[in-house]
């Protein structure tokens, strides 16, 4: 598969703290990550909340300046691009956002939301060309032409997200960030879309990026899945290889939360700490260990463990230095 999206030791630190006479400490929301996706793959992002999941996704689309790395989209590198040399590659990303709501513009009609995007990159003539192509749009995603003067808040939310997904598919993308699309909808809506996603990627060839942390949707849709912790990825392989044997105590402890995984969640050591995985720049070695169970001192503590290769499977990854037997 031919890769579509890389970074390459990606990282965002933000600052915190410090006084008139401290120095502050930075945040590292995103620390050195190295991400592939390829064309037409929909790789799963998984982490608790604060683990760097909606940075990363912001930081490869460039609307957050990453402190470091770079990020390469279809063979072009785009960190060091201005906006305006970015703005031929914009067509080519986009985003779906969590909140339907909030990413929709309350004043603006069903039709003026879709038809933005078009002429912003020209991509119809005004008139019945534009008007053509939204018509289209809005049954792709399962909606009918007479809502086209409608509102947002007309909408439900799941209605409202199926908008927003016609409006990112507007100006034909070949990437697009789902950053936690169905986690504000009801369950029963959330499969309506995430199958919706999965018809729009076999039709179009469409590659996602989906963010989420729903370990059940993330397993339905991906082929493959990376895990995020503090900012690191800890662990990444095929869905139903980390979903049948997980190595990282991290990822093992995620999985055992899933409903229905009592026998998991029962043969799991209790948890050190339970705080927020963020961690400041100062801080040495493994970013799990404080809360790990299986972490050893004078190793986990003071080595950050690189990432390695399982025996039967080079595409399945770990950074642990005591990983779990499978």
């Known amino acids: ?63 957050v300046e990453p402190s470091f790395g770079r990020v390469t989209f279809d063979g072009h590198e785009i960190t060091s691009l201005s906006a305006r040399e970015l703005q031929p590659l914009r067509r080519r990303m986009q985003i779906i956002f969590q909140d339907p709501y909030s990413s929709l513009n309350p004043r603006m009609t069903v039709r003026d939301i879709l038809a933005e995007p078009l002429r912003i990159h020209k991509l119809t003539a005004r008139g019945s060309e534009e008007e053509g192509r939204i018509v289209e749009l ?9 809502i086209l003067d409608r509102y947002p808040h007309e909408f439900s939310g799941g209605q409202r997200q199926r908008i927003g997904i016609a409006r990112s598919l507007a100006v034909q993308p070949d990437f697009i960030v789902c950053d ?42 991906s082929h493959r899945v990376v895990v995020l912790y503090a900012g690191h990825v800890v662990e990444e392989a095929s869905a139903e290889r980390l979903y049948r044997g997980a190595v990282h105590p991290y990822t093992r402890t995620l999985l055992a939360a899933v409903p229905g995984n009592e026998a998991a969640r029962r043969a799991l050591p209790v948890l050190a700490d339970a705080t927020s995985p963020a961690r400041v720049a100062e801080e040495d070695g493994c970013p799990y260990f404080p809360r790990c169970p299986s972490g ?25 230095h005591f990983p779990e037997t499978r």
């Open 1 to 63: 598969m031919k890769p579509l999206v890389q970074t390459e030791k990606l990282g965002k630190y933000y600052p915190r703290g410090g006084g008139l006479f401290t120095r502050g400490t930075f945040t590292r929301a995103v620390d050195g990550v190295d991400l592939t996706v390829g064309t037409g793959e929909t790789v799963g992002l998984v982490g608790e909340s604060g683990s760097g999941k909606s940075t990363l996704g912001r930081l490869i689309l460039r609307l």
């Open 296 to 320: 050893k001192v004078g190793t986990c503590d003071v080595t950050m463990p690189e990432m390695s290769a399982a025996a039967d499977d080079t595409t399945h990854r770990f950074a642990c």
């Open 138 to 146: 809005l049954k792709r995603v399962g909606m009918r032409p007479e």
């Open 180 to 221: 936690e699309p169905v986690s504000a909808l009801d369950v029963s809506i959330q499969a309506q879309i995430v199958n919706l996603l999965l018809d729009l990627q076999e039709e179009l060839g469409v590659a996602y990026l989906f963010i989420s942390h729903d370990l059940r949707v993330v397993e339905h849709i």
